[in-house]
């Protein structure tokens, strides 16, 4: 069965500094992969997904991922963060055919000014 | 512009209440999911459906029940409200078919609090 597994529980960044959010998942079969964002109190949002082609795939808030077949890794970075992306982060995977999103357990971003 | 909607947004409730939490979306979605989500902690899923008269009970046990008469709607039911439902619970569906790849919709969640 297909599962994932985010490095880190926490990561507390500087504002305007780079951040990296790490992501892994087990399958080695064809994937789809998404990242979500959840703030304070709401749902989750799509940050971005990788479905097919270019393996750099960039999203909203100025937030990118790269799709590392080789390495089974999809990993969300951002040059310069903001206040304003303290959240949590998840990231997702379902395999072609199977269509079940499988989460993994969250990472949580804090930015400190 | 949210396409599915979760309502109560906030609830908080003595024990032993009976509860429903309702979830709507206007995208035509086939699959609908019920996600439970303590405080800074990871989902897990608790019941989904992949068309009207299906259910099916999720990774998480969960005393609660849904039902899905209708498409669009999704209702999710506690008979009995206890301290340990307090959570939020998080209200999904997608799309199936040709262009069913797994994403998710969410509705903005449903925080309950039993008292």
């Known amino acids: 069965a297909q599962s994932v597994t985010q490095l880190d529980s926490q990561v507390p960044v500087f504002e305007e500094a780079p951040v990296e959010l790490r992501c892994n998942y087990s399958?080695?079969?064809?994937?789809?992969l998404f990242w979500y964002v959840q703030y304070p109190n709401q749902g989750l949002q799509l940050l971005l997904k990788?479905?097919?082609?270019?393996?750099l795939v960039k999203g909203i808030n100025g937030f990118e991922a790269e799709f590392n077949k080789s390495q089974t890794s999809f990993h969300l970075r951002k040059p310069s963060v903001h206040i304003s992306d303290t959240a949590e982060y998840f990231c997702?995977?379902?395999?072609?055919?199977?269509?079940?999103?499988?989460f993994g357990q969250g990472t949580r971003l804090t930015i400190n000014p | 512009e949210a396409d599915i909607y979760q309502t109560p947004r906030y609830l908080v409730i003595g024990t032993g209440k009976k509860i429903t939490l309702e979830c709507s979306q206007t995208?035509?979605?086939?699959?609908m999911y019920w996600y439970q989500q303590d405080p800074g902690m990871e989902l897990h899923l608790i019941h989904y459906?992949?068309?009207?008269?299906?259910?099916e009970k999720g990774d998480l046990s969960s005393e609660s029940t849904v039902s899905r008469i209708r498409t669009e709607h999704f209702p999710l039911t506690l008979e009995s409200a206890r301290p340990s439902h307090t959570s939020q619970y998080l209200c999904?569906?997608?799309?199936?078919?040709?262009?069913?790849?797994?994403?998710?919709?969410f509705g903005e969640g449903s925080r309950l609090t039993v008292l």
């Open positions: 995208m035509g979605h086939d699959k």
């Open positions: 399958s080695s079969v064809s994937v789809y």
């Open positions: 999904a569906s997608s799309d199936s078919g040709v262009g069913d790849t797994g994403e998710l919709f």
């Open positions: 997702a995977v379902s395999d072609h055919g199977a269509q079940k999103l499988v």
């Open positions: 990788y479905l097919s082609g270019s393996t």
């Open positions: 459906s992949y068309g009207v008269n299906s259910t």
